[in-house]
């Protein structure tokens, strides 16, 4: 006899739960490559911070610079997973895939000086994202806690930073943010004519639109010297209302009585309004950059995220109560470090990059599922560069390995099993000096 996957609706709260911010690099569902020159170098950029993408990675970066200047583009990003079941359930030998679709987070950049000391800029960026998608999503193990699950966000940051001095720069934005989630699974029952845990519905839930909020980020970037660079970044937390609706699409079990008995309980055909509230984490960035010759620089960076003010959440049906939830997740703060290289051709106009990351998950054993099969990771970068006076592009290549992540008996949902990560990212961006 299958086992009952119990939590009633606790997906819809899981899966809003992902509007919050932490990609590909960046544990969790965050993104992190927002300038392909930063990929390169492992995402090691806070100190750097030397093109338009310090928008994103250290907004004080373009007090230094003195031109118009335009940096775009994108990272194509491809994750796999692999889940192998235990037991009880989904039971030993149990085995499912993600489906491998390429997703592109974007990052656009523009960059106007006003005065020898005043820069703004503006800053269009993805810096968080999901989906997960279960091969043979009606037969998958899985299928009564997710089949698909889709986060977009989208941020918009109007930024201005000041040169003090050929050496200090501070900068502040407004940072506008947009999210919308879908989510779709199947809703389990034990049949009492035959015992056995059976599927009663799907449902699907989808945000009213994009939900929108504000906060804001600041940077610092002091050079005490020509060959060493001191940087930080903070972009504050975001809490965010969410609002969509579900709509439950009844699946017939063949037995009539059993069948109207779930139709008076479940609102079919009909779209329920959900709300609820997201709390989104800080997050800080400290990093060093050395020219350990005149054209060579290593940098480390440590970053920080507050995911501890994610401890639960409360998911509130307009109409209907009896379908509230309150779940608890009890996520803790994490750190990542990165460790970037950069080789320069002056000459030629051309730069090699290396990069490394180790990413902690902010995740308990307890959350771990096939919603978000996260764990600490890995990565691995190189990246290219060629620039002349007026144009340029960066191309960069990471592997990022996520370590095998399993809910050792402590999964809120019964689901057990271990899951075995990757991803493929592939980051193009060009640059244009007006």
Excluded at 139 to 154: C, D, H, M, T, Y
Excluded at 341 to 370: S, W
Aim: net charge neutral.
């Amino acid at each position: 006899m299958k086992r009952t996957i119990p939590g009633g609706l606790r997906w819809i709260a899981v899966l809003t739960a992902l509007a919050m911010p932490i990609a590909a690099s960046g544990a969790g569902f965050g993104i992190f490559e927002m300038g392909s020159k930063a990929t390169g170098m492992g995402g090691a950029f806070t100190a750097t911070a030397d093109d338009p993408s310090a928008l994103f990675y250290n907004p004080a970066g373009i007090a230094f610079l003195d031109k118009a200047d335009f940096y775009g583009g994108t990272t194509l990003i491809r994750p796999q997973a692999e889940l192998e079941g235990h037991n009880p359930y989904p039971g030993e030998g149990s085995r499912a895939k993600l489906e491998s679709p390429i997703f592109t987070p974007i990052g656009i950049h523009y960059v106007q000086p006003l005065s020898s000391s005043f820069v703004a800029g503006l800053g269009v960026f993805t810096p968080f994202g999901l989906a997960t998608r279960w091969q043979d999503k009606y037969n998958f193990s899985g299928r009564f806690i997710s089949q698909r699950a889709e986060l977009k966000v989208i941020s918009i940051q109007p930024t201005i930073a000041w040169k003090i001095s050929d050496e200090f720069g501070l900068a502040v934005g407004a940072e506008y943010r947009m999210s919308s989630v879908a989510l779709e699974r199947d809703v389990p029952k034990v049949n009492p004519y035959t015992q056995t845990v059976v599927d009663i519905a799907h449902v699907k839930l989808e945000s009213s639109g994009n939900n929108s909020d504000w906060g804001f980020a600041a940077g610092m970037l002091y050079k005490p010297a020509p060959w060493l660079r001191l940087g930080v970044s903070y972009r504050h937390h975001i809490d965010g209302d969410i609002e969509g609706k579900a709509k439950f699409t009844q699946i017939p079990t063949g037995y009539p009585d059993f069948d109207a008995a779930v139709a008076a309980a479940l609102p079919f055909d009909q779209k329920e309004k959900v709300a609820t509230s997201v709390a989104f984490p800080s997050m800080a960035s400290v990093g060093i950059a050395t020219d350990v010759a005149s054209d060579m620089t290593v940098e480390v960076d440590a970053n920080w995220t507050g995911w501890n003010r994610f401890q639960k959440l409360d998911i509130n049906f307009a109409d209907r109560s009896d379908l509230n939830s309150s779940t608890d997740e009890s996520y803790k703060n994490s750190w990542n470090y990165r460790i970037g290289f950069e080789q320069r051709y002056p000459d030629q106009g051309c730069a090699f990059r290396l990069g490394f990351v180790y990413d902690q998950t902010p995740l308990p054993n307890k959350t771990v599922g096939p919603l978000l099969p996260d764990a600490d990771r890995v990565g691995y970068s190189i990246g290219y560069g060629h620039n002349t006076a007026t144009w340029g592009v960066d191309i960069a290549y990471m592997y990022l390995t996520i370590r095998k992540s399993q809910s050792k008996g402590l999964n809120t949902d019964h689901f057990e099993g271990t899951y075995d990560s990757k991803a493929h990212l592939l980051g193009i961006h060009a640059r244009y000096r007006f």
